[in-house]
């Protein structure tokens, strides 16, 4: 089994546990026993599970249960400290079927098993894909969910803070453009107060090569070389995620709002077609309980767990429950299919002239780590403000800056035979549904108004290399009907050979970055995939050895599309054929967007916040 990042952290984290507690009056506990129902139950307590239920329960006639399968975090550093990020407790242990694209390697799956879902535990990237990403989703079926729709959701949900040492803006190329980001929002967005300086050189290359550096990356054109916001409160330069954001304060306080922690939803239950509730199990004695919804059912459970808790309650393809001998409620092929994630090369470089300091030191040089430390401590400055393992600094190429072949790989695309793709015997709506995907991808793949590589550096010696609009699709599938085991999860990573292509073209294009008179500055040497392998035959085989399946953004397993074309849910987000069942997080993407996802399911979760609403005259 392969580790998708690094593990390590050397330093010492602090923890301060339990003092928040006393404050959370609307945590399901003794004290405040669980209701026999409530107007709505969110299933998950992640980015998308905590922002609908805070909008649902702002009005007070309003009670709303979310169940989480994890817990609260309560002061630890390893989650707010950026630079002492350690994740290690906040995820599921998962680990995915072998990946036939890569070489039959399996891969730990990146999904936060804690209160705040994986904004408590990932890099802090708060950026937005460029407009067509969006415009797609209408183009599927889906009128409302443009780029025009979405950015007023996208402003909502921030609190955006522009640097204040404009010297250092200056310095660093940082661009922003006030009127595109939000400064009512509850999830706080900023930049770091610390660079290392090697990104100058990073930028100067770029610029060199004719890549540009846009005026504002969230303004609806995501392409160039640019520094992004993070998820940083720039009050104490802290990580806000969607429990801060939230869910503490004043939300914790809510009487109409209870939090239930450490359960896992089983099932959902439903009367007919209709969702009356659910079943869920105690992460520690075991013990089965249920609660009935008045009003709906709101399913938060990321993509790898909403389908998995639609398909035990007998809602997903017809033959997969069949065979299993779960009742089925609605045969619904589609869900659990168009798995979307970003495959990425964490190519490999050592810079023989790095300059100083660098992230390196952080691990390599002890009286620079603790000197760090001490300045964040003291003045809330320094290295570890920038999110560990991460950085802010990338450039999102569109496919005809990165090779001039682009024409030939779309051509060559458009001649493949989609069925080859899929299983024999799967759902003729789902083959549908990916031709014209397909024909949309490709048409993204031809403007340079979007993205589909992106190429990270923070001066360290890793440069992550992204596909971001994959062709390959994936599963998510139960092989039990056990609730507390894991699903079948298969990226199916490279199975359509032209995102080894495209990856092939990535790996050339980096290197020409390198050979620039401002990366060679550095001295750099490049040692993954290796600078002996030259030949795309080579780097063919490279790429399926080293290459893993995830930029930890799994989406897309509960599309919203047509069921004619493998939907599951449509525009309204209600699951089709159901009544008073929707689905509000990352699986409900029918395109994955070519950005970081965190900032768009916070935009999701406020525009279904608004839809419930709306539905129910709230």
Partial sequence: MRFLLPFWLTLTVELVHGAAFARRANLVGPDNPLKSSYDFIVVGGGTSGLTVADRLTE?????????????????????????????????????????????????????????????????????????PDYDAWVKLGNPGWGWKDLLPYFKKSENFTPPTVKAFSDEYDLRWDESVHGSEGEVQSSYPVYQYPAVKNYFRAWHSLGVETPSDPGNGNATGVF????????????????????????????????????????QITFNGRTASGVKFISRETKKSSAVKAKKEVVLAAGAAFS???????????????????????????????????????????????????????????????????????????????????????????????????????????????????????????????????????LDLYATTDTAVIENGFNGGASFPLTLLRPLSRGTVLINTTDSLQPPRIDWGAFTNSMDVEIMIAAVRKQRELVATKAMMELGPVELAPGANLTSDEQLRTALRQQVVPTYSHLCSTCSMMKREYGGVVGPDLKVYDLDRLSVVDASIMPLIPSTHTSATVYAVAEKAADIIKARHRL
């Fill in 59 to 131: 009005n007070p006639r309003t009670s709303v249960l979310v169940v989480e399968y994890g817990y609260l975090v309560d002061g630890d550093d390893a989650v707010l400290v950026p630079g002492l990020l350690n994740y290690t407790r906040y995820v599921y242990n998962i680990t995915s079927v072998p990946q036939r694209g890569l070489d039959n390697h399996t891969f730990t799956v990146p999904a936060g098993a804690v209160v705040g879902g994986g904004t408590a535990v990932n890099g802090m990237f708060f950026d937005r894909g460029s407009a």
């Fill in 307 to 441: 389908p998995q808790i639609l398909q035990l309650s007998g809602v997903g393809p017809a033959s997969l429950l069949e065979n299993l001998g779960i009742k089925l409620v609605v045969d619904l092929p589609g869900v659990g299919q168009n798995f979307q994630d970003q495959p990425t090369l964490y190519t490999g470089y050592e810079f023989k002239n790095n300059l100083v300091p660098n992230p390196g030191m952080l691990q390599s040089d002890k009286t620079f780590a603790e000197e760090q430390l001490a300045l964040y401590r003291t003045k809330r400055q320094g290295a570890y403000t920038i999110c560990a393992n991460s950085g802010n600094t990338v450039s999102f190429l569109p496919l005809p800056v990165v090779t001039a072949s682009f024409r030939s790989i779309i051509k060559f695309a458009k001649s493949q035979y989609v069925k080859v793709f899929y299983p024999t015997d799967v759902h003729s709506s789902i083959t549908a549904g990916y031709e014209l995907q397909r024909q949309l991808i």
């Fill in 227 to 266: 520094w992004g916001p993070s998820s940083l409160d720039p009050k104490d330069e802290t990580r806000s995620f969607s429990q801060s954001a939230h869910y503490d304060g004043a939300p914790s306080k809510r009487p109409n709002y209870h939090l239930l922690t450490g359960h896992s939803v089983s």
